[in-house]
């Protein structure tokens, strides 16, 4: 099947590659140098469902099955290169030399469980993990796979061994440091909070579900209370301000992307991405991931930027804003 690829693109790609890495390792075979594409990087979100349903896609079968998911990314791929025809040329390489493996004739091995879970009603951690954001132009991409991981592993709450050895691989693989990780877990918890927070009210069992997820991931309880302390006070002193204080410009109907890491602070800390779009809602605008023909406001720190989407944005014509001046047109209080 791979004897023609020039290009592996997936969701969270880099972590599909490590599967096929080791099935040729199986077979005495090293995996050719092969470009990847990474639709989880470009809309900068780990659900994959969250992408389909800005792009007006649907699942035609059950999610998190590998066919079913491998189909709709590649319907995700084909709409993305359809609104940018040049997107697979910086990534493709020519003669690439794909080894014959004979066929082992291996016995499929079936998720008949998915359909119990997906049945079932959805779960606190995993209606927040819908609307979890990572950014994409992260200083290492692998602590963002790292984070769509977890997203993946603690839908259920619970990390059982098979998903401990897992996670061990996956860093080692990735040569994620201990700084890393610390951090990954705690803006994974703060993400959390932000979204657990952005209707004003945590209840106990919410409460009760965060903290959880913080002892999964190796956080005390006055780690998570520190956390929630912060996101609180964020939202709620960016909240603060009058929307009368608003310039001529209205932003209500909008669609804003946030992209890298954003320069103004609320209550001397930096605004997440997650922090950042929770007040954007608050002020009307609905939230895309990437940058398409259909995007309003670019939003960065440097408008001169000269990252992949701010290139995209100049070339379709977007408006791209910095975070100051974007904060001022909405409303919305920051240091």
Known sequence: MLSTCT???????????????????RLGVVLPDVPLLCTCRLFGRANLQSCCDELGLTF???????LVDAQLTARVVALLCSDDPTLLDTHRLPNISWPRVTPQRTPCFTRVHAERSSAAPPSFLQRLSSTIHHDTEAETPN?????????RILEDRVIDQAEEDLLVDAVASWRLSTAQLSAAHTNYIHNLAVSALADGVISDAERRDLHLVARLLGQNESTLDTILELASSQLSTARRVERSVRTDTDLVGKSVCFTGQLSATVG???????????????????????????????VVADPNTQ?????????????????????????????
């Open 268 to 298: 001397g800390q930096p605004i997440s991405r997650d922090l950042a779009e929770a007040l954007a809602r608050d002020a009307g605008l609905s939230i895309s991931s990437n940058v398409t023909k259909r995007l309003d406001l670019l």
């Open 143 to 151: 602590v963002l796979a790292y984070m769509v991981l977890i997203d």
């Open 307 to 335: 990252s992949g989407k701010a290139k995209k944005a100049r070339e379709y014509g977007i408006r791209i804003l910095s975070d100051a001046v974007f904060w001022r047109l909405a409303g919305i209080a920051v240091d």
């Open 7 to 25: 290009i592996i693109a997936g969701h969270n790609v880099s972590f599909d590659k490590n599967f096929l890495v080791k099935e040729y390792e």
């Open 60 to 66: 035609n079968g059950i999610p998190h099955r590998a």
